[in-house]
């Protein structure tokens, strides 16, 4: 689950973290001089809130030097769609705006702490070329960017922060704080369960401070129940709503760009099938894992999240019963192909338990359902009749 920066910044401020004051509006009344006196004197930073990056460049953040400005930015960005490099170009919806006392910066930073699930671990990523180019600065300057491993079984030892300081070229001044500033921000990604924490710009400004100028945090969604104060503010609005629709059913789900809709039990052969999509010239619409211990009504409904895609062309359903059964696969199918009166092609690949049951049942049905046995088949037989290179 991705949050807010507003979001974010309030887990820093209550972590420690030097953060801006700032006021958050669902409207543009609420931008008037008494509020903006809170944030001291101009200038201010008016803020899109979307779950993105890049908002700068898209003009979802801008610099303001009254309080007209500051509305009619406010007016501007409200109930508009930014469009970013990360969104696509549908663009994500802005219900509210972050207005931000400004700052002195001297200089800016990057700062970040990642879950590395391959090494048991986090790991702190710094440099000292932040701001909106970070991406350029690790693609074509790696040498620039320094990476440190932190194992879960020791725990944050004091080298961490000083081969961070180091590696980002602080001067004495500013390694007298970040010590402490990298602590906080280790203890607080810990209570709440992220999966990555983000700050770019982090700022030292001219008075000699640090300060966090934006911040993106993804809590792991596996750790909800546990952070329930911050499940209880997820913006629904920001994410997919196919994909909304498949947590309710409790189905892995993500939307793609492609034309062949996949149905496959369990994440590992969803990304073999797609890859196999791939390399026979077909592009897949989607991945979606509908787990090991299905019934007929989620298949029904993930039946129906493919669907929803105008784009879909052909569907390929990959089916490897293992703990869940073919023939509930089966009838999950049947049912969802008669409610939604399906024309689509439709290649169903079932292998394992009951899987002559199922193919039994598909057969007998009288609609137009291609059966295969042999994964590279079906997988050639859907790119085909999608129109794609095979």
């Not at 909800?224 to 629904?236: G, I, T």
Request: glycine letters at 10%; aromatic letters at 6%.
């Amino acid at each position: 689950m991705n949050l807010h920066e507003y979001q974010a910044k309030e887990l820093l401020r209550n972590a420690g973290v030097p953060v801006a004051n700032g006021v958050l509006l669902y409207d543009a009344i609420g931008v008037h001089e008494e509020m903006l006196e809170v944030l001291g004197d101009a200038p201010w930073v008016v803020k899109a809130q979307v779950h993105s990056g890049a908002r700068g460049k898209a003009g979802g953040v801008k610099l303001v030097h009254s309080v007209d400005e500051a509305r009619a930015e406010t007016e501007r960005l409200l109930g508009s769609q930014l469009v970013t490099i990360q969104t696509g170009p549908a663009g994500l919806p802005v219900t509210s705006v972050l207005i931000e006392s400004g700052c002195a910066i001297a200089q800016e930073f990057y700062l970040s702490l990642t879950l590395d699930r391959a090494r048991k671990g986090f790991a702190f990523v710094g440099s000292a070329d932040g701001g909106m180019d970070i991406e350029e600065v690790a693609e074509h300057h790696p040498e620039r960017v320094i990476s440190v491993f932190v194992p879960f079984g020791a725990g944050l030892q004091p080298f961490v922060a000083r081969t961070l300081a180091f590696g980002m070229k602080l001067s004495p001044e500013q390694m007298k704080g970040f010590a402490e500033l990298v602590k906080r921000l280790y203890e607080m990604a810990h209570s709440c369960d992220a999966l990555m924490l983000e700050i770019n710009p982090l700022v030292w400004t001219k008075d000699g401070q640090w300060l966090a100028l934006d911040c993106k945090i993804q809590i792991d969604d596996n750790a909800l129940y546990r952070q329930k104060a911050l499940a209880d503010e997820r913006d629904w609005a920001q994410e997919d709503a196919r994909e909304v629709e498949a947590a309710q059913w409790a189905l892995n789900y993500i939307a793609l760009d492609g034309d062949i809709g996949c149905m496959v039990n369990g994440a590992g052969l969803a990304m073999a099938t797609m890859d196999l999509i791939q390399l026979h010239g077909g592009k897949p619409a989607n991945f979606l894992d509908v787990g090991g211990g299905t019934t007929p009504e989620r298949v029904a409904a993930a039946f129906k999240l493919i669907l929803s895609s105008s784009e879909v062309k052909a569907i390929l359903v990959n089916i490897f019963g293992g703990i869940v059964r073919c023939d509930l696969i089966a009838d999950g199918i049947l049912q969802a192909v008669k409610e939604v009166g399906l024309t689509l092609p439709l290649i169903v690949r079932l292998e394992g338990t009951n899987a002559d049951k199922g193919r039994e049942m598909l057969a007998a049905s009288g609609l137009n359902i291609v059966a295969e046995n042999d994964l590279e088949t079906a997988t050639k037989t859907v790119v085909r009749l999608a129109g794609g290179a095979v």
